[in-house]
């Protein structure tokens, strides 16, 4: 009898959850972090980049609920990139968030 991993007949099945985890887990890795500020921007950057492509993903999916993750993603990034003084690239994140919201409509 062969083991098969949850979701492993539809990938993108469990892609919300995985984008909602991934969301809780980079803040929390950011909160700690903070408290060593000489690394902790460069040791929590990449967690924010990969948060938004998975949410990238499950825009296309499923672009109700992913239009929206995707914008929370960005603006986590933006606030993270904010914190870290990345001006510009912190206002291109939110300047997408806005045109995701937009696109997702009214909740």
């Given at each position: ?80 990139r ?17 045109s ?6 009214p909740?």
């Amino acid at each position: 009898m062969l083991l098969s991993f949850p979701g492993a007949e539809d990938p993108t099945r469990h892609l919300a959850d995985l984008v909602g985890l991934h969301r809780v887990l980079t803040i929390r890795c950011a909160v700690h972090g903070e408290r060593h500020r000489c690394q902790y921007a460069e040791d929590v950057r990449h967690l924010f980049d990969e948060g938004v492509e998975p949410a990238r993903r499950l825009a296309q999916h499923d672009p109700a609920e992913g239009t929206r993750e995707l914008a929370r993603s960005l603006i986590d990034r933006s606030t993270f990139r904010t914190a870290a003084f990345q001006y510009g690239p912190a206002f291109d994140d939110f300047r997408e968030a806005l045109s995701c919201l937009r696109e997702a409509g009214p909740t």
